[in-house]
Each structure stands twice: as C-alpha cells, then as structure tokens.
C-alpha cells in the first residue's frame, strides 16, 4: 500500500496493534506511544492520524461522539498518556490562558468544526481551565459567526471573539521579507495556542494547513499572497509570538476542500473522517499534504505540482528550522476508531 493510501486508509507502518475502536484506542495506542514521554530532540516528530469510520452526520455536521473518541486517542497517542484529558496536561496547565485559534475564513461549509471545539474545550475543562480561560479567535467575528460559532466574552462557556474586536498592535513587527501586526488577542489575551486549521487545498498557497492558519493572526494576510505566499507564511510563523505559543495542533481534515479553496465551492468538500495531531507545524502539513493529494487524485485531479500549486511554503519552514519536512523522518501513526 502507498503511502498515500496509507495515511488515508488509517494503516501505516506505525499502525501495528494501533488500530481500536472506540475508547479502548487511547489505552492500547499510550502503551505504544510510551516512548514520547520526555521527547528527546532527536527524536522523530510524531503525526497521528485518527480515522473514525463516520464521523460527519449530516452535510458538514459532525458526529459529537465520533469526534470525543477521535480526540481521545489522538491526544492519548500524541502524548503517551493513558487518556486524552491526561494527554492535554503535557501541553498546557491550569492557571493558562489557552486561544484556540480556529480557521473560519470558508464559513461553516469549510471552517473547524464547533463539534471539535466544543469537544476540546470540555477536555480542558476536566483539566482545570475554565470556559473564561478559553479564547477562540480568528480574524473577524464575522467569519466566526458564519462558521457557527457564537460570540462570546464572559460566562461558563469558552470566550470567541474576532480579531477586529480587540485590534492590533500599534507597532508593525517586522521580518526580514515584510511587516504586520500582530493580533493582540495573541499577544495580550493568550498565554499558549491550540492551532485548529482546516485542511484545504489554496489557488494562491497551495495549501491551507497549520502554517498558513497563522496568517489569521495578523493584520494584512492579504499582502502576503505573492509566490505562493512563500517566505511568507514561513516567516509569519517563525515570529517569537506565535512560534512560542503553539502547543498543540489538532487539524480538522474532517471534510477537507479538495479544489478551489481556501473558500467553499458546492462538491468541493471531500469527506476524509480524520483528524490530525501534532506538535510540529512542518511535520502536521507535510502529512496533510499527503492526504490531501491522495484525496484529490481519487477524483481524479492532478497533483498540486502539476498545477504549479505545490505549497513550497513547508519545505521553507523546513529549511528555516521550523519543524521537520522530510516524510521519512516523520513518525505517522494510523488510528482507526
């Protein structure tokens, strides 16, 4: 089996006994994963691809069960914990401002799901950050209402607020090929980030992953979309603020847009039934990547390169130190739920 179909399929070389249904897949994968407490720097960076059999119940709805035993095991595998809340703590601990920066630029149609969100911010309730600790953010309320989520600052349920509503810093920060400001939701409001991006194939990057869901973290994306958006969403993130931040990545590949993205084109949804975790940026993209042309070459659709849409921005966040580009020196473990 290619490695395409691999990661698609949920089986991979790291599989093994891996593969469980429902809760007993976060117990079985932590003994597997054992080896990820205290990660040594040369150890490699570990994706898990999490499959659930049907995971969406209607059109872009998805099953709320299917995705809590999704997130169990993911965290579980990811972290080496025996469970997902267990599996969180090693990445952020109460008393933490924690921003679950989500992707809704698409609408609901093409945005993180609520369902994912509402499942995580439950799981970081169990661990001791309250609803008032939690700020999901994007670029503009508007985008997070048409994804369907409501706006909120203040209650037991987690806060949600646009970019637009706290604004930006006053001072460009500059990089070596552009300059933006920084949202101050990131800079003031959150201790530490949970990167939910959406995976999408881009008619201007290429793809749509962990990388370039930073751009929603600045004031003028927009002027960055020249050359593939390349070395600019490397460089975005590469800045201390967001670099630093990012703890965990949870990709919503649930349904990912196969063609014409990042915004939603009927019969563009290609349904995948799979989240993605991580630490690594590079990594998480370089595995989505794979996926997503598996997806796209079921369809019948060329492969991004072939198009001149080959996302080059992951090999330059590679060269840059950003994360780990290379797919053999990936560790991709396949769950099945």
Known sequence: MGSLAAVA?????????????????????????????????TEKPRVVVVRAKQALTHGYDADRGAVRAMLGAGLAALAGTPDSVAGLRRYFRPGQTVGLKVNGLAGRNAATHVE??????????QMDIGGHQQVV???????????????????????????????YEEEPTVMPSTASRLARVLTERVDVVLNLP??????????????????????????????KCDPYISEVNALPAIRQKQ???????????????????????????????????????????????????????????????????????????????????????????
């Not at 959406?198 to 020249?226: D, E, R, W, Y």
């Not at 799979?274 to 598996?294: R, S």
Request: proline fraction near 5%.
């Open 137 to 167: 953010f994007d670029r503009f309320a508007s985008d997070l209402t048409a994804s369907g989520f409501k706006l909120n600052e203040r209650g037991d349920a987690y806060c949600c607020t646009g970019n637009d509503a706290l604004g």
């Open 9 to 41: 399929t949920g089986c991979s070389s790291s599989c093994g006994s891996a593969r469980s249904a429902g809760n007993s897949a976060a117990g079985t994968l932590a003994s597997n994963a054992a080896t990820l407490n205290g990660p040594k720097p």
């Open 247 to 337: 703890r965990l990545i949870v990709m919503d590949a649930l349904r990912p847009v196969v063609d014409n993205g990042p915004s939603y084109q009927p019969g563009m949804g290609e349904v995948a039934n799979a989240l993605l975790f991580a630490v690594d940026p590079v990594a998480v993209d370089v595995v989505g990547l794979e996926l997503l042309e598996y997806l796209r070459k079921k369809r019948g659709l060329p492969s991004l390169d072939k198009v001149d849409l080959a996302p080059t921005h992951i090999q330059t966040s590679a060269q840059m130190g950003l994360g780990v580009g290379h797919r053999g020196a990936i560790d991709v473990v396949s769950i099945e739920v």
């Open 116 to 125: 994912l969100v509402d499942e995580l911010s439950a799981l970081l309730q």
């Open 198 to 227: 959406v995976l999408k194939q881009h008619m201007l990057s290429g793809m749509t992953g962990a990388l370039k869901n930073q751009f929603g973290c600045i004031h003028n994306p927009n002027k960055m979309h020249l050359d």
